[in-house]
């Protein structure tokens, strides 16, 4: 279960509470006339989920609540989220509380509301709860629009059908018509989809790393690849510049080579034994060395505590999803709650009790929320094992400049310090010959520098296959297909006028499509309200049956306001509402709202809110509804608002 709403509580100024539930995984139906309140439900649940404006009307409700809540419920844990209510002349008010817990009980008054997070907090924690990983969607080269990470703020767009959208032919989505929104649908829709691997801010940041690291070594390539491309004649050349400046002697059974590292030896012993001063510039570099080996060190612990936490959570999940097969046993045993002493296959008398089905049950599904969690938390010991991968390579790269700098001062100082003439002579020969030793001897000792360079290149070619664009559009083209095939039996459910024909969702135009024999029919292409509003509701049906099949990280529930407004006005009178077939055709919508949910065969079902003035004399729908909000029934109870009379003076 990603989330679903427990409850809507409002806390009057008055001091009292109000409590409306809500049945998880099921229908709910509040039925009632208009002015109500039914539609600032909506507005109530997007702004405790984070959206930065309170668009509830102004009136009865803004006038008379003092702060709105929502009881939430998650696998395993419940929160509870409360926002004041802005002042008349404010759109919105920074205080915010919320609290999570295993169970929750809700605050009696509003005295009890002490804020503890900011909205950004409130955002990020509700993302982490549902299980919204790290993710970033890269828009392609050459536009202008920055990267853009999916939130809770992006997965409300599937999850809402306000009053006025639910069947406009022109938008699909919630907001849809809001500057950068459709934008921002199209870009997170990926993720939410599962098209766009869960890792891939982690696979982005390897992909930085590596290239970083394939650059340097590239470079190191050419680098030796021009000193060690003069070969023995640059040898030859210094050892002749040797021997004229009297540092060595010919030998001609030893090879230039071997003789130019016997010299630079024996030069640097005596190098050490006048043992010159280099200045305190080297001795500050010497300490910013230090500094740098230690910071390494601590990163590498850093590393390897964090590599031994993912590998006891890889054990953890594989001992526990090997206990989990074992007890998934219990589907298939006779049930034997008669006699826990009885085999409950072949019914011998046993001398130890056997453990009923329902205990099992409970082990298997407390199992399986902690699997849950260990998955959830994978991708961000995998993202923190990255950042310290790089940070190790920065320190790497820093060690290394010191280590030229300290080099380049101390051949400097030692040139100074050389007197003038033949030690002078030989001092430049020297170092020459160091020079010559420590470039090109160090890349043919490092024969593996080619295999490195070859695996880096594989490895970036394997993450940017994961991460290109046309692999993630054959992953939505596929997930698409899938969700197609439900928002055509919803069609046929329906009898929607293009019923015989495939439907499907283009969220390139973020519309839906009807593809007939001649040409594709888009929402915007066919007539009446009745279409328009079916296109709507097979969509959002079919997109969350797809999110609770894959588990994915979106509101288990969608909100609808008012759907049988395209069948008769709102305010029709129950007795005269619409025409014999706008009544079957209401009916038939709800027959399949509630066969869509009680009736899906999934793994998760999925909670759906409907709002409506429709209050159908049918079994089914009656069993439906949460409240009736007719007569003096509303959101807001009606002593709210009747003043108080005056309290009697003095004189009386």
């Given at each position: 279960m990603s989330m679903q709403i427990r409850a809507i509580i409002v806390y009057g100024k008055n001091g009292q509470r109000r409590v409306l539930p809500f049945r998880l995984n099921?229908?709910?139906?509040?039925?009632?006339?208009?002015?109500?309140?039914?539609t600032a439900l909506s507005d109530i649940l997007d702004y405790c989920l984070g959206r930065n404006t309170c668009n509830v009307a102004h009136g009865?409700?803004?006038?008379?609540?003092?702060?709105?809540?929502?009881?939430l419920q998650f696998l395993d844990t419940q929160a509870f989220v409360a926002r004041r209510n802005p002042d008349p002349e404010a759109n919105t008010n920074p205080d915010i509380l919320f609290q999570t817990a295993k169970l929750i009980t809700l605050p009696e008054s509003p005295e009890e509301l002490v804020p503890n997070i900011t909205e950004q907090g409130l955002n990020d924690a509700l993302s982490t709860l549902m299980g919204i990983t790290p993710?970033?969607?890269?828009?392609?080269?050459?536009?202008?629009?920055?990267?853009?990470?999916?939130?809770?703020?992006?997965?409300k767009f599937l999850v809402f059908q306000g009053q006025s959208e639910i069947f406009d032919r022109d938008i699909l989505f919630h907001r849809q018509k809001e500057e950068f929104i459709p934008q921002a649908i199209k870009d997170t829709?990926?993720?939410?989809?599962?098209?766009?691997?869960?890792?891939?801010?982690?696979?982005?940041?390897?992909?930085?790393?590596?290239k970083?690291?394939?650059?340097?070594?590239?470079?190191?390539?050419?680098?030796?690849?021009?000193?060690?491309?003069?070969?023995?004649?640059?040898?030859?050349?210094?050892?002749?510049?040797?021997?004229?400046?009297?540092?060595?002697?010919?030998?001609?059974?030893?090879?230039p080579r071997i003789q130019l590292v016997a010299l630079r030896d024996e030069d640097s012993g005596a190098m050490v034994r006048r043992n010159y001063d280099f200045g305190e510039e080297a001795n500050r570099l010497r300490a910013e060395l230090a500094a740098a080996r230690q910071e390494y060190q601590e990163l590498q612990v850093q590393a390897r505590s964090a590599s031994e936490f993912n590998s006891a959570q890889s054990l953890f999940e594989t001992e526990a999803q090997s206990h989990a097969s074992r007890l998934e046993i219990v589907g298939i045993l006779p049930n034997n709650e008669g006699d826990a002493h009885m085999c409950p296959l072949c019914k011998s008398e046993l001398d130890e009790p056997v453990p009923a089905a329902a205990d099992l049950e409970e082990s298997l599904r407390k199992l399986r929320s902690e699997l849950d969690g260990v998955g959830s938390n994978r991708p961000r010991v995998d993202e923190y094992l990255i950042r310290l991968q790089a940070q190790q390579q920065v320190v790497r790269q820093r060690m290394s400049d010191i280590r030229q700098r300290l080099n380049s001062i101390e051949a400097q100082n030692r040139q100074a310090q050389l007197m003038f003439g033949l030690e002078r002579r030989q001092a430049i020969v020297l170092g020459r010959v160091s020079l010559y030793l420590e470039s090109v001897p160090e890349v043919k000792a490092d024969a593996s520098l080619g295999k490195r360079i070859h695996s880096l290149e594989v490895q970036i070619?394997?993450?940017?296959?994961?991460?290109?664009?046309?692999?993630?559009?054959?992953?939505?083209?596929s997930a698409l297909s899938r969700i197609s095939l439900w928002m055509t039996a919803g069609a046929k459910a329906l009898e929607m006028e293009w019923q015989p024909n495939p439907h499907r969702l283009d969220i390139g135009l973020?519309?839906?499509?009807?593809?007939t024999d001649v040409r594709p029919v888009r929402m915007t292409q066919m007539g009446s309200a009745a279409n328009w509003l079916g296109c709507h509701l097979i969509s959002h049906v079919a997109l969350q049956k797809?999110?609770?099949?894959?588990?994915?990280?979106?509101?288990?529930?969608?909100?609808?306001?008012?759907?049988?407004?395209?069948?008769?006005?709102?305010?029709?009178?129950e007795a005269k509402q619409g025409t014999d077939d706008d009544r079957i055709a209401v009916m038939r919508m709800y027959n399949w709202f509630i066969d869509s949910v009680q009736k899906a065969d999934l793994k998760e079902k999925f909670q759906l809110i409907i709002v409506d003035h429709a209050d159908l004399k049918d079994a089914r729908f009656q069993a439906c509804i949460v409240e009736k909000w007719r007569g003096e029934k509303a959101l807001i109870p009606r002593d709210w608002t009747v003043p108080k009379p005056p309290a009697p003076s003095l004189e009386e």
């Open positions: 099921d229908v709910n139906i509040i039925t009632g006339k208009s002015g109500t309140g039914k009865v409700i803004r006038n008379t609540v003092a702060w709105y809540a929502l009881h993710n970033e969607n890269v828009p392609p080269a050459g536009t202008t629009r920055r990267a853009l990470r999916a939130t809770l703020d992006h997965a829709l990926p993720y939410f989809i599962g098209a766009v691997p869960d890792t891939s801010l982690m696979l982005r940041e390897q992909l930085r790393v590596a970083l690291e394939l650059g340097r070594l590239r470079r190191q390539q050419i680098e030796a690849d021009r000193i060690a491309g003069e070969g023995d004649s640059r040898a030859n050349s210094l050892l002749s510049e040797a021997t004229e400046v009297g540092l060595i002697q010919v030998d001609g059974a030893a090879t070619a394997e993450i940017e296959e994961k991460l290109q664009d046309e692999t993630v559009r054959e992953a939505v083209d973020l519309t839906v499509v009807a593809d797809w999110f609770a099949t894959k588990k994915r990280p979106v509101p288990r529930f969608l909100f609808l306001d008012q759907p049988t407004s395209a069948y008769y006005p709102p305010d029709d009178d």
